[in-house]
C-alpha cells in the first residue's frame, strides 16, 4: 500500500509560481509512473501531468504546457510540480497519483494510489 502526501498549495495572483510536492511512503516508488491531476469545483478530474518512474519521460496536458513542469527525485520519494505564469483557471484541488504502468497514462482510472489532494487558488 502507498501512501501520497500533497503539500505546496496555497492562495496566490494571477501570474505567480507555486510548488507543490508530493512524497510517498509504503512502497517502491522508483516503481511507479507518478501523475498529478486537478479537479475544479462542478468538473471533472483532469490530467496535468506525469513523468516516467526514472524521470525520463514527461507529460503534460495542453493547458499547462510551457507553465508547469513535473520533476522527481526517487532519493527523497517525492515528485514535484512547479507551476508558473498560474492563471485563474488553474484554480483546482490538485492531487498526486501513482501507477504500476511503464507508460505514462492521462486517464485517471489507470492510476491506483491518491493523495487526498492540496488546494490551489489563483486569484485575477
Known amino acids: 500500500q502507498v501512501q501520497l502526501v500533497e503539500s505546496g498549495g496555497g492562495l496566490v495572483q494571477a501570474g505567480g509560481s507555486l510548488r507543490l510536492s508530493c512524497s510517498a511512503s509504503g512502497g517502491t516508488f522508483s516503481s511507479y509512473v507518478m501523475g498529478w491531476f486537478r479537479q475544479a469545483p462542478g468538473k471533472e478530474r483532469e490530467f496535468v501531468s506525469a513523468i516516467s518512474r526514472i524521470g525520463g519521460r514527461t507529460g503534460y496536458a495542453e493547458s499547462v504546457k510551457g507553465r508547469f513542469t513535473i520533476s522527481r527525485d526517487n532519493a527523497k520519494n517525492t515528485v514535484y510540480l512547479q507551476m508558473n505564469s498560474l492563471k485563474p483557471e488553474d484554480t483546482a484541488v490538485y492531487y498526486c497519483?501513482?501507477?504500476?504502468?511503464?507508460?505514462?497514462?492521462?486517464?485517471?482510472?489507470?492510476?491506483?494510489?491518491w493523495g487526498q489532494g492540496t488546494q490551489v487558488t489563483v486569484s485575477s
Open positions: 497519483a501513482a501507477n504500476l504502468q511503464i507508460i505514462i497514462d492521462r486517464r485517471p482510472g489507470a492510476y491506483d494510489y
